[in-house]
């Protein structure tokens, strides 16, 4: 069974950064991790994605030169993915899921089979 649990979110001034994390717990293997954000009122969008075995990394137009996503696979028993955004903008906010998906890393929510529940993030002006 496959456990997520993000952790990191917070209230957050513009301009400063966020380091979001993830535990993957379980059947992990052979899947790339991907983190999303949706905001109130909007549908769930792609931030960034990582595949393990590649070290490919996806990012979304919106976050990309500001964002790093990367990853800790020493603990075959919960491998840690993480997010750092810098920069932050008004348009950050929101609750960053991270999901699993395989083969291959995707910035489609729909081909995530996996996901936690979320940390809220918010940007104070």
């Known amino acids: 069974q496959v456990q997520l649990v993000e952790t990191g979110g917070g209230l957050v001034q513009a301009g400063g950064s966020l380091r979001l994390s993830c535990a993957a717990s379980g059947r992990t293997f052979g899947y790339a991790t991907g983190w999303f954000r949706q905001a109130p009122g909007k549908e769930r969008e792609f931030v960034a994605a990582?595949?393990?075995?590649?070290?490919?990394?996806?990012?979304?137009e919106s976050v990309k030169g500001r964002s790093t996503i990367s990853r800790d696979d020493s603990d075959n028993a919960k491998n840690m993915v993480y997010l750092q955004i810098n920069s932050l903008k008004p348009e950050d906010p929101g609750v960053y899921f991270c999901?699993?998906?395989?083969?291959?890393?995707?910035?489609?929510?729909?081909?995530?089979?996996?996901w936690g529940q979320g940390t809220q993030v918010t940007v104070s002006s």
């Open positions: 999901a699993l998906t395989s083969p291959a890393t995707s910035r489609w929510a729909v081909d995530y089979s996996h």
């Open positions: 990582a595949w393990r075995s590649s070290g490919v990394t996806l990012y979304a």
